[in-house]
C-alpha cells in the first residue's frame, strides 16, 4: 500500500476481510506473511516466531467471528437496551403489563435523554461526587471517569445532565469518521466548567460499547505501524481517532463537517475554547477503547510538534485502557506528557480484561508505559510503576 510504504518506517496490517480460511491456518505454517492475503506488509516480511503468529492468528479468527455476527449482535444490544429502557419508563413488569391493558404504556425514544445505554443500567450515576471539590486533587480524576461514563449515552442525555447536574456547559457532541471501517465509529463529546471564561476543559472518548462488533474489532486488532522517532503503534486505534487512509497523519487536512476525523475536529475545537482564556487547561479522558484514544490524542499533538496545545494540557485520565504501542512509543509519550510533571494517570481494576490485551512480551510487542493506580477485588488502591506493570 502506498500509505504504508511512504508514511511508515514498517508496518503490519491485519485484514480479516481479505483472504480465506487457507490463508488464516497458513499463517501457522509459514513465516513469510508476506505471501499471506490477510496480511498486509512489506514484501519479504518473516514472523519466525509459532508465538507471534499464532497471536496473528488468534486475532483475525476473533475478527472474522465477530464480523460474521455483527448484525444479530448489534439487533441484540439495541433490544437488551429498549426492553431495560422500556420497564424503567412504566416502573417495573407489573405496571407495564397493565399499562399495556389499558393502552397508556410508555415507549421509550432512543434519543431522548432518559433513554439510557447499557453502561447506564450498569452504573447508575448521574451526579458528581459533592465531596470531591474542584480544589481537591482528586477533582480531575473524579471528573474524568464520570465524563468516561457519560460518553456511553446518547447526547441528548449528555447534554442534560452536564447542564442539570454537573452545572456546567455542554460544547459540542462528535461522531467521527473511520477511513479503514468507512463508518462513523468513534464518538467524543467536549464541555467546559463555564460558558464565560471557562478555567477547565474536558474531551471524553466512549469506549467499547458491549453489543458494537466493529469497536470489538478495533480492541483485537494487532496491526502496529511504526513511525519514525516514535515508535510503534496500535494500528487499529490510530484508525479510530483519525488516520488518513491515504496521507498517514498531516499536519492539517481539508475539514468535512460530513466525515468529521476525530483527531482533526476535536484539536480544532480546542484551539478555538483555548484562545478564549489564556489561564484555561484541559482534560482528556475515557475508558476501555476511549482510553486509548484519550492517549493517542496528545500523542498524535506532539508527533505535530502542537506545544501550544501540549502546554495546556493538564492531565490525560484513562480507565481500563488497552496497550496501544510499544516500548520506544512510551518514551516517546512519557518524554512529552510526564515531563517536569506526571499529566498521565492510568487507572486499571485487577479483574479488568480489556487492559491485557493486546497480549505483552516477545509475542506482539504491545506494552504498557508509565505508571498506573492499581485497584484488587476490594477495590484498595496502589500507585504501581512501570516496572511492575509490565503485563497490567
Known amino acids: 500500500m502506498a500509505l504504508e510504504a511512504n508514511y511508515f518506517s514498517d508496518y503490519m496490517v491485519v485484514r480479516p476481510d481479505k483472504g480465506g480460511m487457507v490463508d488464516l491456518f497458513y499463517l501457522l505454517y509459514s513465516f513469510d506473511v508476506s505471501d499471506n492475503r490477510s496480511i498486509e506488509c512489506p514484501i519479504g516480511t ?19 467471528t465477530l464480523l460474521f455476527w455483527r448484525k444479530p449482535l448489534a439487533w441484540v444490544g439495541a433490544a437488551v437496551e429498549f426492553w431495560l429502557n422500556l420497564l424503567t419508563d412504566n416502573h417495573g413488569f407489573g405496571s407495564l403489563f397493565l399499562n399495556l391493558l389499558r393502552g397508556d404504556a410508555v415507549f421509550p425514544d432512543i434519543k431522548s435523554s432518559t433513554y439510557r445505554s447499557a453502561v447506564g443500567f ?12 474542584p480544589t481537591d486533587e482528586k477533582y480531575h480524576a473524579a471528573l474524568s471517569i464520570m465524563a468516561a461514563k457519560l460518553s456511553y449515552e446518547n447526547e441528548t442525555r449528555i447534554q442534560i445532565i452536564i447542564r442539570d447536574h454537573w452545572n456546567m456547559e455542554f460544547v459540542e457532541f462528535y461522531s467521527c469518521w473511520n477511513d479503514e471501517q468507512e463508518d462513523f465509529t468513534t464518538q467524543a463529546f467536549v464541555f467546559r466548567d463555564k460558558p464565560v471564561d471557562a478555567e477547565l476543559i474536558v474531551v ?7 453489543f458494537n462488533a466493529n469497536q470489538w474489532c478495533t480492541d483485537f486488532d494487532f496491526s502496529w505501524y511504526e513511525i519514525p522517532q516514535v515508535g510503534k503503534i496500535h494500528g487499529g486505534f490510530m484508525k479510530a481517532l483519525g488516520l488518513q487512509k491515504n496521507t498517514g497523519w498531516p499536519r492539517e487536512i481539508e475539514e468535512s463537517k460530513k466525515r468529521p476525523y476525530a483527531y482533526y475536529a476535536i484539536r480544532e475545537k480546542l484551539r478555538h475554547l483555548l484562545h478564549q482564556n489564556e489561564k484555561a487547561k ?12 484519550a492517549i493517542l490524542f496528545p500523542t498524535i499533538l506532539a508527533l505535530h510538534e502542537e506545544t501550544w496545545l501540549l502546554a495546556r494540557l493538564e492531565g490525560v485520565y484513562t480507565f481500563g485502557q488497552p496497550r496501544v504501542g510499544d516500548e520506544k512509543l512510551g518514551e516517546f509519550v512519557e518524554k512529552h506528557l510526564d515531563k517536569p510533571k506526571q499529566r498521565y494517570f492510568r487507572f486499571v481494576y485487577c479483574n479488568d480484561m480489556v487492559p491485557r490485551l493486546p497480549y505483552d512480551g516477545s509475542t506482539l510487542l504491545f506494552k504498557h508505559f508509565g505508571s498506573c493506580l492499581y485497584y484488587n477485588s476490594l477495590y484498595k488502591v496502589k500507585f504501581i510503576s512501570f516496572s511492575s506493570t509490565m503485563r497490567l
Request: hydrophobic letters at 45%; a positive charge.
Open 122 to 133: 450498569i452504573d447508575t450515576r448521574v451526579d458528581l461526587d459533592k465531596k470531591i471539590k
Open 204 to 210: 471524553a472518548f466512549r469506549g467499547t460499547e458491549p
Open 46 to 64: 518473516e514472523v519466525k516466531q509459532i508465538r507471534r503468529r499464532w497471536a496473528i492468528f488468534i486475532s483475525l479468527l476473533l475478527q472474522r
Open 282 to 293: 484541559f482534560l482528556v479522558a475515557g475508558h476501555s477503547l476511549g482510553g486509548a484514544l
